[in-house]
């Protein structure tokens, strides 16, 4: 890292992607300050994440290998559904969200980091950048970073009319400590990524780190997602927590209703292997509708857009994560140099914002594809959860 600090970067959104550009602005001597809208610590709004180059990209830089925050899985196995499998090998890296955050957060233990910090407005004038937020702090700086996720309120700010679309289905979750499920329900588990399939669903299930970061078999846990189509009109029911809000884009576990969990039990009965039923009864399941934004511009003045905050990746790509990291690096790249009083390097943003979007768009139709050949989000896959 250079001596003199070449700009003051406020970055909006404190989860991974967040932190990602906050380690990689480091990286070419910005001074970086984090602000994070949630009021204590951020909610994960995924569990298991699949290892990319780019995630063990930046952990190697950070002296953290990737098999040290990752379960190690072997095989592959399709569930049909009486319950028989079909296995082949297929090695693969799995971590969580957890142990990713921790893992780049425990080195910024001296970047401000801003808890409870919902952006209100930004102000540009001249070389600096203010950003105002709810509680009416404000801070200032040469250049924002919006890394706030799908819910972007950067992207609103920047163009409000700029607006997500449900997909047509939604990904139950669960994420279970090993040692509470049965021990021939973990032996088919363990080491090995799980699938099962069927018109209008799919489910996908393999073991991460534990909540502190565990890889000691016994210390882990099972993470498992279940993609079911459902018609728009009942993600209002689905989406109303046994607290009685109503949440936009993430049910938080806890927060099923007795009336829908008694009808996902039903349907797990009904459509899933054996196994996977029983693994749906004994979780503490949260869920998340899937939402598109189309491929967004991701330059403003003295402003960027990254990750989900510039456009959604379906999650069967396995690569949201990695692309935010992509992000985030080539951010980096293009503005190494650049110290106000000059302007923004104007040129290489433009470059970098066209060489992202075109990684953004074909892992956007690689997504859509992959769930259409799974009936999900298409008219010909059934529907399930129906409030009629």
């Keep these: ?27 070419i001597g910005a001074e970086v300050a984090v602000y994070e809208r949630s009021a204590g610590r951020t909610q994960p709004r995924g569990a298991g994440i699949v290892m990319q180059p780019e995630v063990e990209a930046l952990l190697t830089r950070l002296g953290v290998t990737a098999r040290s925050v990752s379960v190690e899985l072997y095989e592959r196995q399709q569930l049909h559904i009486h319950g028989k499998a079909t296995r082949y090998a297929a090695p693969q890296l799995m971590t969580a969200w957890d142990t990713l955050y921790r893992a ?6 001296d970047v401000c980091y801003r808890l409870d910090s919902s952006l209100k407005s930004v102000q540009v004038e001249g ?58 329900l973990l032996e088919l588990l363990s080491g090995r990524f799980t699938f099962f399939g069927a018109s209008g669903m799919q489910l996908l299930c393999y073991l991460v780190p534990g909540p502190n970061g565990e890889r000691e078999e016994g210390s882990r846990r099972v993470n498992w997602v279940w993609y079911v189509n459902t018609a728009q009109q009942n993600l209002p029911r689905l989406l109303t927590g046994s607290s009685g809000k109503r949440f936009a884009n993430f049910l ?25 039923a029983a693994l749906v009864r004994l979780s503490h399941v949260f869920m998340q509708p899937v939402f598109d934004l189309s491929p967004y511009r991701m330059v ?17 790509t396995a690569a949201g994560t990695s692309k935010a990291f992509g992000d985030a690096a080539g951010l980096a790249h293009a ?54």
């Design 104 to 109: 780049l957060r425990e080195p910024l233990t």
């Design 1 to 27: 890292m250079r001596e003199k600090t070449a700009f003051k970067a406020l970055v909006i959104g404190g989860s991974v992607g967040g932190l990602a550009a906050a380690h990689e602005l480091r990286s």
């Design 300 to 316: 403003a003045d003295h402003a960027v857009l990254l990750g989900d905050a510039a456009g959604t990746v379906r999650p069967h």
């Design 127 to 184: 070389h600096d950048v203010t950003a105002t937020f709810g509680s009416g702090y404000t801070a200032q700086g040469n250049f924002l970073v919006g890394a706030d996720g799908i819910g972007s309120a950067t992207r609103t700010l920047l163009d409000p009319s700029a607006e997500t679309t449900y997909a047509g289905y939604v990904a139950w979750r669960g994420l279970e400590p090993e040692s509470d499920l049965p021990d021939d």
């Design 252 to 276: 938080p576990p806890g927060e099923l209703t007795p009336e829908i969990t008694a009808e996902l039990f039903a349907l797990a009965a009904d459509s899933l292997p054996p196994q996977f």
């Design 335 to 388: 503005m190494n140099g650049w110290a106000p009083p000059e302007d923004p390097p104007a040129r290489s943003l433009e470059d970098w914002e066209a060489q992202r979007l075109a990684h953004l768009v074909t892992l956007s139709r690689m997504g859509m594809q992959l769930a259409s050949s799974s009936s999900l989000g298409t008219t010909i896959g059934r529907q399930f959860l129906s409030s009629t």
